[in-house]
């Protein structure tokens, strides 16, 4: 069983600020362990938005201890790169060029209210934790999404 968790950042990377958190995150996933276990791991940045972290928990399982370890390098990575990644007011979404678009809670409200956000439009859902769903039931419409029971067409 693999387990998943999705960072997505309040803004989009800059070339040098991924290319460092991609170092940065290398060298965790590489050291990470549970109870002294070497853990399966693997970080990924999508859409220069979303850090996903991996673990493969047929190997070896996650503990508390070790995702406290994860949270708190994504912490420390937010400070040296003066980015969120825990701020859930912000809303990922694909417009109608498939281009990968970030606006707050109210911005979304207003597109969906003007229609420019409908039912079939992709949107990320950053709630999955099982690596199994991963990626296909990351990116989807928003129909079948929890954006749905938020935001009402």
Known sequence: MKKVWIYQANRFFTEAEETKATAVLQQFVQSWTAHGDQLAGKATIFHHLFIV???DESVASTTGCSVDKSVHLLKKLE????????DRLMVAYRDANDAVQLVSRNEFAQLVQSGQVSSDTIVFNNL???GEDFPSQWEIPFQDSWHAKVFVI
């Open 79 to 86: 400070q040296e790169l003066n980015i969120g990644l825990f």
């Open 53 to 55: 972290l991996e673990v």
């Open 128 to 130: 999955l934790s099982s």
